[in-house]
């Protein structure tokens, strides 16, 4: 019956780990600043690929 | 293609300044340049992202050299160790993806900048250089080269890093964290099984609980703790102390209980309980970090300006500008302290300070105030007040801006916690000696209980959450409140004071009416044709203004500064200008915007520019008189009053020829006759009245520009609404005192438990979730019908690629 200690360690360590990376998380700014995030993930990396893209729009 | 509209800036195309480069049209050469920069680099695809994203680049070298100043830049670096230096610049112009695009690929363009970040958000780029090969100032320069000119000002000089308080959210966070597992670990005891293990590991199960209800107690409450102790201090009656109450009493209810195998303890609701109340005050808390409400003169100044020491020019920061220094002023600066012009004529340019968007015209040996811009050519100017004892900036001497924040005024809550606090004990005592004679242990378990149950959480809520989402309402609609209290004082106001220039006028010039000798078609097609020439806003105005016709060719075309504008079309001369410029005799009206008018020598007549009040002026103060006094205060002298009569209904009050100073000890006398003051005003000159009224309110025309410090900002678009505005902050309190009889019933239920002597854990884990649940959804639903005939004129222009921000075109840069 003892497993249950266990089980419950572990899911409060589980916990503790989510609280951990949370108090990181603001710790490392990313609650200030929540939108432009979101903008520069759809920016292609390369700028040769984001003229190539414009050639294209332009054929089009 | 659009070929009326700059592919850079998206401005008008004025026909004779049209730039065509590898096909595409251009307002002018600076805007080419930026896209030849950008396409040289292989940055085209900044045009991709959004349309005609650009700002036309000042070209003001000189303007940024006090960045040599090494006393300066350390200042303004966020971080400088080896060759690595970090800044962070303020650009106003940051609007859409685009923006954002370019701002981060500046290693592109060059090479030393390893890294760039922008937040759009707070219109900020954080920037990475290597100060070896490239110095702040190249940086700032090739930032405006590319239209994205920084704002850099004695705020940044001042600066103490902005550190926005996060102790909330980790406050939230860690009351989560408690209330979520605690939640789950009570389950058996919520259905009371007697299976052999659950009983086995009760003990462990509430000590697990006991930890975990800790840190939610000590560090998530401690607010609650302090605010109340404060209140105390102060012998007053705040929500805070039955809150604080009711958190201590379950909390050591709860300890006795688990110790004594009483019961589970009432760990759940407490850590529910106080993760809710700090959600509310997540939710009041709405940031418009874009914009602030808190600036002064300082923001509006330069660092530094350009002092003539013995011929020699040299960089000196503003605060070391002492009476008889020489200054030089370039174009599009601002004048630092009041002093005498030196050179022969100046124009000047006081929108900031006035609201009036004419530049004023000031010849050699006239006085020049502080807080003026100049347009034009090079000026030399003699100090005469230091920067903080200049006409304008004593403004800020006064004490009202010293004691801003310290205002107290009793919130709703506050009144309703005044009579709810002494009830509340009154019954917990009375249950108390009700029952001590019936059995002690009852007698205990009932005093804990009312203070358990009636701990006010669901009163507290409702404030925040209404507030908050009214905040949010009026975001939408384009007003922007500093925080929630300046709802409630809004509701509260019955005189509203109006400034007039800049605020009930839009600060643009339209109408124009012509007083003279009638022009016959020819001499209108050349007055026409000549102001084309010419960049000046009054003959862009003339220019709109006069019917289309032939363009003829001009010979001679000369612009004077201060002056005006002649030419020579088939040979007879045409002269628009001042009075002085045309030959007229100059008239005694210095209100007035005129430009005269002579051809072959001859004086024709005068254009007369008026200013335009704002749509839908006259139903909105018709509207408001119903229900406000209402009054308008002016810096200018008596010139429209009779305009300004037919216009506005009867019974408003007109004051001319007021003085910033003036007008803060108007809105003083008003509030001393126990009126709650409004004051809607606009420029710096207003600044005082603002700060000394219960509820100030900027109008401001692009909300990119900074705005004098103020409870609220609102754009001139939706000046209309304003009655509207303040109708929603009066349902708001509707709203929120209808929640709180909702909540006091969950209070009289709750109660009953309570003093009967019957409060279980599980009833106390029930009420509590589910009064903050329906007095949040209520509020809500409330608000948002109230808000909703806001919600629904609001239309945001898609114009972007991502989002929806308006295309605003040209943004102007200030500073």
């Known amino acids: 019956m003892s497993v249950i200690y266990l089980l419950i360690s572990i899911s409060i360590v589980v916990a503790i780990c989510f609280f951990a990376a949370f108090v990181r998380a603001v710790k490392s700014g990313q609650y200030e600043d929540d939108y432009t995030p979101s903008v520069r993930m759809l920016f292609d990396d390369e700028l040769k690929k984001t003229s190539e893209n414009s050639n294209t729009n332009q054929n089009q | ?815």
């Open chain 2, 1 to 815: 293609m659009d070929t009326t509209h700059c592919f850079h800036c998206g401005s008008d195309i004025p026909k004779a300044d049209e730039v065509i480069f590898s096909d595409k049209h251009f307002c002018c050469h600076g805007c080419k340049t930026v896209f030849e920069i950008f396409s040289s680099s292989g940055l085209e695809s900044y045009y991709d992202l959004a349309q005609s994203p650009g700002a036309t680049p000042l070209t003001n070298t000189g303007k940024y050299d006090f960045l040599d100043n090494e006393k300066i830049v350390q200042r303004l670096l966020q971080f400088n160790e080896g060759n690595t230096q970090i800044v962070q610049l303020n650009i106003p112009h940051i609007h859409c993806s685009s923006c954002i695009w370019i701002l981060e690929n500046l290693r592109k363009l060059r090479p030393e900048i390893s890294a760039s970040q922008v937040n759009f958000h707070r219109k900020t780029v954080r920037i990475t250089f290597d100060a070896q090969q490239l110095s702040l100032k190249e940086l700032v320069n090739l930032l405006c080269a590319i239209g994205y000119e920084p704002y850099i000002s004695l705020e940044d000089y001042d600066a103490k890093e902005i550190s926005e308080s996060k102790t909330l959210t980790y406050k939230l966070g860690v009351a989560f964290f408690c209330f979520g597992n605690i939640m789950l670990l009570s389950f058996p005891e919520y259905f009371e099984m007697k299976e052999y293990w659950l009983d086995q590991y009760r003990g462990f199960f509430r000590m697990l609980i006991f930890g975990l209800s800790l840190p939610s107690f000590i560090y998530s409450a401690s607010g609650y703790y302090v605010a109340a102790y404060k209140s105390l201090k102060h012998k007053m009656l705040n929500i805070e102390i039955p809150i604080a109450l009711g958190i201590v009493i379950m909390f050591v209810r709860s300890v006795v209980d688990i110790t004594f195998d009483y019961g589970p303890g009432f760990f759940d609701s407490l850590t529910g309980l106080i993760f809710f109340m700090l959600l509310g005050k997540m939710f009041q808390i709405k940031t418009y970090s874009f914009l602030s409400f808190e600036r002064d003169y300082k923001s509006y100044f330069p660092i530094a300006v350009t002092r003539l020491n013995q011929g020699k020019e040299e960089n000196v920061p503003i605060y070391e500008i002492i009476p008889g220094d020489r200054l030089l002023i370039r174009n599009q600066e601002l004048i630092p302290a009041d002093g005498i012009l030196i050179s022969k004529t100046a124009s000047i340019d006081y929108s900031f300070v006035t609201g009036e968007s004419v530049p004023v015209v000031k010849q050699s040996g006239d006085k020049i105030y502080a807080g003026g811009r100049l347009n034009g050519s090079v000026i030399e100017m003699n100090v005469l007040q230091s920067v903080s004892q200049s006409y304008l900036t004593q403004l800020w001497s006064n004490e009202i801006f010293e004691k801003k924040s310290e205002r107290k005024f009793q919130s709703i809550t506050d009144q309703i916690s005044h009579y709810f606090t002494p009830v509340l004990l009154a019954l917990a005592f009375a249950g108390f000696g009700y029952w001590i004679f019936r059995s002690t242990d009852t007698a205990f378990n009932v005093f804990t209980a009312v203070l358990i149950v009636a701990c006010p959480c669901a009163l507290a809520l409702t404030a925040p959450f209404t507030l908050g989402n009214m905040l949010r309402i009026y975001g939408k609609a384009k007003f922007y409140i500093k925080n929630a209290p300046v709802i409630e004082q809004l509701s509260k106001v019955d005189t509203i004071v109006f400034d007039k220039t800049g605020t009930i006028t839009s600060g643009k010039l339209s109408s124009i009416t012509y007083q003279g000798k009638k022009l016959d078609v020819h001499q209108q097609q050349w007055v026409k044709n000549i102001v084309r020439a010419s960049n000046h806003p009054l003959s862009r105005l003339l220019y709109d203004y006069l019917p289309e016709g032939v363009t003829e060719t001009i010979t001679g075309f000369e612009e004077i500064p201060g002056g005006g504008i002649q030419g020579e079309i088939s040979g007879n001369t045409i002269r628009i200008g001042s009075a002085n410029f045309v030959g007229a005799q100059a008239e005694n009206n210095a209100k007035q915007t005129v430009i005269y008018i002579s051809i072959n020598h001859e004086v024709l007549g005068k254009y007369i520019f008026h200013n335009q009040y704002r749509e839908g002026l006259s139903e909105l103060f018709s509207d408001l008189h119903r229900k406000y006094e209402i009054r308008v205060l002016s810096g200018d002298n008596q010139g429209e009053r009779t305009v300004l009569e037919k216009l506005l209904p009867d019974g408003v009050t007109l004051v001319f020829n007021q003085k910033p100073e003036q007008k803060l000890q108007y809105i003083k006398s008003l509030q001393e006759q126990g009126k709650c003051v409004m004051m809607v005003g606009d420029g710096l000159n207003d600044a005082g009245a603002l700060a000394q009224s219960d509820v100030g309110i900027s109008i401001s025309e692009n909300v990119n520009v900074f705005s004098p410090a103020c409870d609220a900002i609102l754009d001139a678009t939706e000046f209309g609404q304003l009655n509207q505005f303040l109708r929603l902050s009066k349902n708001a309190m509707l709203t929120i005192k209808l929640s709180f009889g909702l909540s006091l019933l969950y209070n009289v239920v709750g109660l009953s438990f309570a003093l009967t002597g019957n409060l279980l854990p599980l009833v106390a884990a029930i009420i509590m979730p589910l009064s903050t649940v329906t007095i949040v959804s209520f509020v809500t639903l409330m608000s948002n019908f109230y808000g909703r005939k806001l919600g629904q004129k609001v239309k945001l222009p898609k114009h972007d690629k991502y989002h929806g921000l308006p295309a605003s075109g040209k943004v102007i840069l200030d500073v």
